[in-house]
């Protein structure tokens, strides 16, 4: 039986297997890709989890990331506000962070099983079994959920969130733009958003959340952004002179910003399988490399001696919520501003002239260096 198996190969994934293998436990990650891939993902990184990733030898530097400093935000109708970003970022693309973090993990002597699915977790006398694809079994004292935000583990578990359909898709492209590297936007639509940042190698993503009724109303993504997102004077710029570097779009469906819990069947849920902050709020990367810490932390505690499973799920339990609670509570409610183009209109009219309750927003949304 091993120490802790890792159900899911993203940041938070990654991050707590490699300090938990650092510690000398045991670890097997299993990830149902094969590093580099694409993922759905708005690709800005805050500088709060600088110290932490400096922490378990994995600073980014050398992957040579965009660094963020400005934050501009547009309404439906094109009117903008712009504030600097108070600790700042980078921006890098999950197909490289990944893939770094990964290989990090496999010198810390993290065990990797790739194109590998959990079929099933049981819990019985203190213990996991691990049904895999392919019929493999695998036991592990602790294990650590970090699978992303919707996976078929959630319909075996009865999570509540899973019953209820999720009305959001995101849609990811790379691409070229004559635009300022140092510059996150954020440009409202209807029913939608869409951010733009750079990332490494002379790149920008492009990533945006609408709804499925938008995409059923015009058939296609081309026609809906044609007729939607274009609406917008500063996405009709980016969809009229960037130029393009996916043949497709990296599409994700069946997004939900619904309340999760953090402990299931006595697993430690981590990044979007405990809970996901909206995109607007540009912050989810953070929070996954965050929880990756707090479990790995817990965790190592609990092998080290003097606590039983209920006071790690309790530990984990109060240390996520302290974190996490509060600020996926704001961008919900943040959320519910934009989207509508009336609503919109009207918040970004009111915040340009408040710069002070934007940096609110973001510290509300963003934590401390960690």
Known sequence: MIHVAVIGGGLAGLTSAIAMAAQGLSVVLIEKKSYPFHRVCGEYVSN???????????DPSPLHPANISRFLLSSPAGKTLETPLDLGGFGISRYTLDNFLYQHALAHGVEARLRTTV???????????LRLSGGDTLEAAVVVGAYGKRSSLDRQLGRAFFRARSPYIGVKYHLRLDMPTDLIALHNFQDGYAGISAIEDGRHCFCYLTTRENLRRHGSIPAMEQAVLHQN??????????????????VINEISFATKTCVENHMLMCGDAAGMITPLCGNGMAMAIHAGKLAAEQVVQYFAGGRNRQQL???????????FERRLQVGRAVQHLFGSPLLSELTVG?????PAAVRLIMRQTHGLPF
């Not at 709060?48 to 994995?58: F, N, Q, R, T």
Request: without cysteine.
């Open 48 to 58: 709060e989890v600088l110290p932490y990733l400096h922490s378990i030898g994995a």
């Open 119 to 129: 079929q099933e977790v049981q819990f019985a006398n203190d213990r996991f079994v």
């Open 233 to 250: 004077p500063h996405l009709r710029r980016i969809f009229r002179e960037a130029e393009f570097l996916y043949e497709q779009p990296e």
């Open 313 to 323: 799920e309790a530990g984990y339990s109060r240390a996520w919520k302290n974190q």
């Open 350 to 354: 009111a915040l340009k002239y408040s």
